[in-house]
Nanobody, 126 residues
Framework: QVHLVESGGGLVQPGGSLRLSCAAS????????MGWFRQAQGKERERVACISSADDSTNYADDVKGRFAVSRNNFKNTAYLQMNFLRPADTAVYYCAAVRDSLGCYLPTQRWNDYWGQGTQVTVSS
């Protein structure tokens, strides 16, 4: 059975940091592009970062560039999202997802139809 399980969310003050983890089971992450998405209340789900299965190249949404860093450890079957200099606007439920496409970072969200996690809440507030 396939699972993606996110962890590491929580409440943090503006300017703080969090590291999200996404543990995959039931499939080999090596062949999948891994993405991090978020959905704030009342807004559509958006991709914030992804890392390609082909060459570990990364791609970021404009408003997180320079603050977030996505990485993966295929030996541990785990992906990560390091989030620094967090802002209240980063408050959302964060999801990880996997798509078996080396060009997955260029796919629209609706084409990410392989595996999704259940999400973890990130709240940035003083």
């Amino acid at each position: 059975q396939v699972h993606l399980v996110e962890s590491g969310g929580g409440l943090v003050q503006p300017g703080g940091s969090l590291r999200l983890s996404c543990a995959a089971s039931g499939f080999t992450m090596d062949y999948y592009t891994m993405g991090w998405f978020r959905q704030a209340q009342g807004k559509e789900r958006e991709r914030v970062a992804c890392i390609s299965s082909a060459d570990d190249s990364t791609n970021y949404a404009d408003d997180v560039k320079g603050r977030f860093a996505v990485s993966r450890n295929n030996f541990k079957n785990t992906a990560y999202l390091q989030m620094n200099f967090l802002r209240p606007a980063d408050t959302a439920v964060y999801y990880c997802a996997a798509v078996r496409d080396s060009l997955g970072c260029y796919l629209p969200t609706q084409r990410w139809n392989d595996y999704w996690g259940q999400g973890t809440q990130v709240t940035v507030s003083s």
